[in-house]
């Protein structure tokens, strides 16, 4: 029985042993069950944190989108304005060349008519001292 009474010895022994790797096994266990919980919390936070953000930047991108809209917008009525004054000069340009050209057809046919006025001025003084020529010559004969 001896034998018995060491292997019992031996097995509580060993029990004892064993139930002190578990208690340690069982701590090392809690705390690594802690840690990782905290990760996981840590983790969770920053991706909260990381959705926040992205919705953020999704705001202002659509935001921006808008902006870009209206601006695209405006660059096709400044396009749009930058043709029609093309136009409206082009338009005037060639309103100015053809008035220009009346002008001075205007003056051409101006200067003539005051050289034949000149001209029958001239005429009508020559006749008027002609008539007077003749007049004086009646005046005498009489």
């Not at 018995?4 to 509580?12: M, S």
């Not at 004892?16 to 809690?30: F, H, K």
């Not at 990782?36 to 991108?61: E, F, G, P």
């Not at 050289?115 to 006749?127: D, F, H, L, P």
Request: proline share 0%; glycine share 4%; with cysteine.
């Amino acid at each position: 029985r001896s034998s018995d009474l060491t292997q019992i010895k031996t097995l509580k022994d060993r029990i004892v042993q064993l139930e002190e790797q578990c208690a340690l096994l069982s701590g090392s266990t809690i705390e690594e069950r802690e840690r990782v919980m905290q990760q996981q919390l840590l983790s969770n936070a920053t991706v909260r944190d990381l959705q926040a953000k992205v919705a953020a930047s999704d705001q202002r991108l659509r935001g921006s989108e808008g902006e870009i809209a209206q601006l695209r917008g405006l660059l096709r009525r400044c396009s749009d304005v930058q043709a029609e004054l093309t136009t409206g000069n082009e338009r005037y340009e060639s309103e100015v060349g053809r008035l220009k050209v009346a002008l001075e057809d205007k003056s051409a046919e101006a200067q003539l008519w005051e050289k034949r006025c000149a001209g029958y001025t001239k005429q009508s003084e020559e006749q008027l001292a002609d008539a007077q020529r003749l007049a004086d010559k009646a005046i005498k004969q009489m």
